[in-house]
Nanobody, 120 residues
Framework: QEELEESGGGLVQPGGSLRLSCVTS????????MSWYRQSPGKERELVAS???????TYADPVKGRFTISRDNAESTVFLEMNSLKPEDTAVYYC??????????????WGRGTQVTVSS
């Protein structure tokens, strides 16, 4: 049974920081690409950052230079360090795993999300 559990969300003032964690189990974490997505009310879910099994990272333009994604394979955990937060970063943040399935492509697993609210 695949499980992804996000934590670390909350209420923070503009300019503040938060560190999200996603603890996983039940699939091959080491070989999986991991990503953070977010969704605001009335908007589609969007990719925030991703990290490959080899550690390569990509970021959405709005968060470049402010957010950092990292992973700890020993703990099967992925992190999102968020600095210089802005009100427009307010959203539910979701963790996603893409486990390679050979010739069948990849199989995605999602967490349930954690709320991040940036407000004074």
């Amino acid at each position: 049974q695949e499980e992804l559990e996000e934590s670390g969300g909350g209420l923070v003032q503009p300019g503040g920081s938060l560190r999200l964690s996603c603890v996983t189990s039940g699939f091959n974490f080491d070989r999986s690409a991991m990503s953070w997505y977010r969704q605001s009310p009335g908007k589609e879910r969007e990719l925030v950052a991703s990290i490959s099994s080899g550690g390569g990272t990509t970021y959405a333009d709005p968060v470049k230079g402010r957010f950092t994604i990292s992973r700890d394979n020993a703990e099967s955990t992925v992190f999102l360090e968020m600095n210089s937060l802005k009100p427009e970063d307010t959203a539910v943040y979701y963790c996603r795993a893409d486990e390679p399935m050979g010739r069948y492509g990849t199989l995605p697993f999602w967490g349930r999300g954690t709320q991040v609210t940036v407000s004074s």
